[in-house]
C-alpha cells in the first residue's frame, strides 16, 4: 500500500521557520512530482510548491522568495523548507506524488498542521 506521512508541522511566531517532510514507500520515488498543497479553514486547497522528476521547482507567488521545496530520491523524501512564516500560511499541509501523464495516478497524505501565530 502507498503511503505519505508528513511531518515537521506545528506552532511557530510570525517571521519563524518551519521543515515539513514527506516520507513515501511503495512507489518509485524518482519518477513521481512531487507537491506540496496547503487548505486553510473555509479555503478550497492550493497548490504551494511542486518540483518535478526532474528536480524543477514552481511555487506559489504567495510563498516565493519564502518557501523551498527540495527532494531526496534516495530516502524517497521530500521537503518543505518554510521561512519567514505569516500567519495566513496557517493551514493543513498536504504531500502529493503524482505520475502519469493522460492517465494521473495522485497519492496524498494525511496532512499535517502548520499554525502560525504570535
Known amino acids: 500500500q502507498v503511503q505519505l506521512v508528513e511531518s515537521g508541522g506545528g506552532l511557530v511566531q510570525p517571521g519563524g521557520s518551519l521543515q515539513l517532510s514527506c516520507s513515501t514507500s511503495?512507489?518509485?520515488?524518482?519518477?513521481?512530482?512531487m507537491g506540496w498543497y496547503r487548505q486553510a479553514p473555509g479555503k478550497q486547497r492550493e497548490l504551494v510548491a511542486s518540483?518535478?522528476?526532474?528536480?524543477?521547482?514552481n511555487y506559489a507567488d504567495s510563498v516565493k522568495g519564502r518557501f523551498t521545496i527540495s527532494r531526496d530520491n534516495a530516502k524517497t523524501t521530500v521537503y518543505l523548507q518554510m521561512n519567514r512564516l505569516k500567519p495566513e500560511d496557517t493551514a493543513l499541509y498536504y504531500c502529493?506524488?503524482?505520475?502519469?501523464?493522460?492517465?494521473?495516478?495522485?497519492?496524498w497524505g494525511q496532512g499535517t498542521q502548520v499554525t502560525v501565530s504570535s
Open positions: 502529493n506524488a503524482k505520475i502519469g501523464g493522460t492517465r494521473v495516478t495522485n497519492y
Open positions: 511503495r512507489i518509485t520515488f524518482s519518477l513521481y512530482h
Open positions: 518540483i518535478t522528476s526532474g528536480g524543477v521547482t
